[in-house]
């Protein structure tokens, strides 16, 4: 069975790492506009109801 050549997949693991981790911290800066809120007396988790309990 024949070798690869490393030369050129090690190129492409290098560049799209650094696409990667240049465009982390561009992309953490997008704020969504619909943020969660919490209400007056505090985060309030929903009752549940089962009706198979």
């Known amino acids: 069975m024949p070798q690869l050549n490393p030369g050129p997949w090690y190129?492409?693991?290098?560049?799209a790492w650094t696409i990667i981790l240049l465009s982390t911290p561009?992309?953490?800066k997008i704020k969504t506009?619909?943020?969660?809120?919490?209400?007056?007396n505090?985060?309030?988790?929903p009752?549940?109801?089962w009706p198979w309990s």
Not at 11 to 15: P, S
Not at 33 to 40: E, G
Not at 42 to 45: D, I, L, M, R
């Open 33 to 40: 506009p619909h943020q969660p809120k919490l209400t007056k």
């Open 11 to 15: 190129l492409t693991m290098v560049a």
């Open 47 to 49: 009752t549940w109801t």
């Open 42 to 45: 505090g985060a309030q988790k």
């Open 26 to 28: 561009t992309l953490m």
